[in-house]
Nanobody, 114 residues
Framework: QVQLVESGGGLVQPGGSLRLSCAASRSIRGFNAMGWYRQAPGKQRELVATSTSGGSTNYADSVKGRFTISRDNAKNTVYLQMNSLKPEDTAVYYC????????WGQGTQVTVSS
C-alpha cells in the first residue's frame, strides 16, 4: 500500500511553466514504474510520462520536448516539469505507481488559459 499526494497544479498562461510533485508515503524504489497521467473533461485518462526503476523514461508524443519527468528516490518524490504549456494541456494530472497493483493519487488541476 502507498499513498500518493500530488501538488503544484494551478492556473498558468499559454507558454508558461509548472512543476508538479508527487510525494509517496513510502519508498518508490520498489515500483516498476512511476508515472503521470492526465484526464481532460469528457476525455479518457491518458499517459503523459513514465519513469521506470531501470532509469528509462517514456513520453506521450504530445508532450515530448516540453515535459520532463524526474524522480528523487531519497525523497520518495516524482516530478513533472511542464514547459511551453498549451491550452490543450488543461486537465487533472494524476500520479501513478505501478507494481503488482496500480496506485493513484487524488489528482491536481492544471489550467492553461489567458
Amino acid at each position: 500500500q502507498v499513498q500518493l499526494v500530488e501538488s503544484g497544479g494551478g492556473l498558468v498562461q499559454p507558454g508558461g511553466s509548472l512543476r508538479l510533485s508527487c510525494a509517496a508515503s513510502r519508498s518508490i524504489r520498489g515500483f516498476n514504474a512511476m508515472g503521470w497521467y492526465r484526464q481532460a473533461p469528457g476525455k479518457q485518462r491518458e499517459l503523459v510520462a513514465t519513469s521506470t526503476s531501470g532509469g528509462s523514461t517514456n513520453y506521450a508524443d504530445s508532450v515530448k520536448g516540453r515535459f520532463t519527468i524526474s524522480r528523487d528516490n531519497a525523497k520518495n518524490t516524482v516530478y513533472l516539469q511542464m514547459n511551453s504549456l498549451k491550452p490543450e494541456d488543461t486537465a487533472v494530472y494524476y500520479c501513478n505507481a505501478d507494481s503488482i497493483f496500480r496506485y493513484w493519487g487524488q489528482g491536481t488541476q492544471v489550467t492553461v488559459s489567458s
